[in-house]
């Protein structure tokens, strides 16, 4: 999803951008301008641009500096998804820099071009490297459908490391069709670790098995995580197109009620203002959900104050924005509809999650004054699961 944040470095031009990138970092009055400068290049389209982004995977490691630029000049190529660039990214396979080697892996798996046998050797190798490396790699073969690691991957469904077991399972489902192999995951969409539940959501995602989709919409982790893995599911070719038969299910997963969640009793909040507020701000989605949960079982009086005072502290934080929007519209409290509207018109990409909020808010709400935003949403956004919920939420007025 880094995509919908290149509006932030929009003020770099891509012949700044060009030289800040490959100048020496002791050079520059802000060194922090390099890795910028690449992050920037992935929105270009020039073959010059691909090719300082290339150049850049050579920047000596040695330098703190050079070594991020590294790290997110590969990360551009994979969303430049150019075949030109995949010589240097099996070169980066090989570095004994962690990060670089999974932004390399993840990019070869973004441009998805036919690869030989000497790049699927290569590829095979870097399963050798630590868990978090081990589980990129094999995600990697996943999402390509490479059967030249079957042997090895499976014999990881049993490792004792569940992102690891989770990623081969994943693999055995959908490279070897072995479905059988997914049933372990489902259980663990409900672990009381949020890393291991969002771990599951994505492994079910590549999995490919529609059958997955049931259950994990159902698991208390982010809202744009679950709807990255259920579109892959439903909408893998990304035009905001959902079968007939899967819209209701959709529709529930963004609309993210709390209470359509299969909630634990460690995450849910007395109904007390500062439990809750602090809650919603936990970086464990299931103490989230939990409070918000909480926040809509209480009188209206009580929510809309417990509302106006964490939106007076908080209505910056994206996450508590979302949270926030979200409620408003599932609650239906109207004495608070002009944040609907505010969420719903802001542009900034961090709050993208709070406008899918408004813009279910707006017809559980029946704000029709903002009938041209959301027609307008739902054909200028980058996002599919904002343009379908506009797309949807606009069908639904008609």
């Known amino acids: 999803m880094a995509e919908r944040f290149d509006v932030l470095f929009e003020g770099l031009s891509e012949e700044s951008s060009l030289k800040i990138l490959l ?4 050079d520059l009055p802000n060194p922090v301008d390099k890795y910028m400068a690449a992050t920037r290049l992935a929105a270009c389209s020039s073959d010059e641009s691909l090719q300082g982004l290339i150049s850049a995977v050579d920047l ?15 990360e551009a190529l994979g969303r430049r998804k150019n075949a030109q660039a995949l010589d240097c990214l099996f070169k980066a396979l090989e570095f004994d820099d962690e990060p670089s080697v999974i932004n390399a892996a993840d990019s070869i798996t973004q441009i998805s071009a036919p690869l030989t046998d000497s790049q699927c050797e290569s590829l095979l190798k870097a399963l050798k490297g630590s868990d978090p490396q081990k589980r990129a790699v094999i995600q990697a073969h996943t999402r390509l459908g490479l059967k ?3 042997s090895f991957i499976q014999t990881l469904i049993h490792d004792e490391n569940p992102l690891i077991s989770g990623a081969a399972r994943a693999f055995c489902a959908r490279v070897e069709g072995d479905l059988d192999q997914l049933k372990p995951l489902i259980p663990q969409l409900h672990d009381l670790q949020a890393g291991r539940r969002r771990s599951a959501v994505i492994d079910l995602g590549d999995s490919g098995d529609i059958n997955m989709l049931q259950y994990l919409i159902r698991s208390a982790v982010s809202m744009p995580l679950r709807a990255k893995s259920a579109f892959q599911l439903v909408d893998p070719t990304k035009k905001a ?3 007939e038969e899967h819209i209701n299910i959709i529709t529930t997963l963004l609309q993210d009620d709390p209470r359509s969640l299969a909630m634990r009793d460690e995450w849910l909040s007395q109904q007390d203002p500062i439990e809750i507020e602090n809650n919603l701000q936990h970086r464990d989605e299931g103490k989230q959900y939990g409070a918000a949960l909480s926040l809509l079982k209480m009188p209206k009086s009580q929510q809309i104050e417990i509302i106006d005072g964490i939106r007076a502290r908080l209505w910056s934080d994206y996450g508590a924005n979302y949270l926030l929007t979200s409620l408003i519209g599932l609650a239906c409290i109207h004495e608070r509809e002009e944040l609907i509207k505010t969420s719903l018109a802001e542009t900034l990409p961090q709050y993208a999650k709070s406008r899918v909020a408004a813009a279910w808010g707006c017809l559980k709400l029946d704000l029709t004054d903002q009938l041209d935003l959301l027609k307008e949403i739902s054909t200028s956004s980058q996002w599919v699961p904002l343009r379908w919920s506009c797309l949807q939420v606009l069908h639904n007025f008609s």
């Open 60 to 74: 000596d490691p040695e330098d703190l500096f050079n070594r991020i630029t590294r790290r997110k000049a590969i």
């Open 23 to 26: 100048s020496d970092p002791r």
């Open 148 to 150: 030249s690691g079957t």
């Open 241 to 243: 197109e959902v079968p």
